[in-house]
């Protein structure tokens, strides 16, 4: 019995797929619309490492469980 595939893919290889690569390019995204407040608030240096080291954090997370996932072969 074969699993449902989609395009020749099957769910687990889609959700894969879009659990790095798609929350990748939405952590692009964020680092894009986070300069773009620091751009039009005129945040300066200072400002926009803050903003940058703040809103950018939650994002440390998932890239380094990816790291670890590639040392550790998991």
């Known amino acids: 019995m074969e699993p449902n595939t989609l395009f ?19 952590i692009l995204f964020m680092l894009f619309i986070i300069g773009e407040i620091a751009w039009k608030s005129k945040a300066g240096k200072t ?8 809103l950018s954090f939650g994002m ?12 550790w072969g998991i």
């Open 8 to 26: 020749g893919f099957t769910e687990e290889q889609l959700a894969d797929f879009g659990a790095t690569w798609g929350v990748g390019a939405f």
């Open 47 to 54: 400002g926009t490492f803050i903003l940058f080291f703040v």
């Open 60 to 71: 440390v997370g998932f890239i380094a469980k990816a790291v670890i996932q590639k040392i």
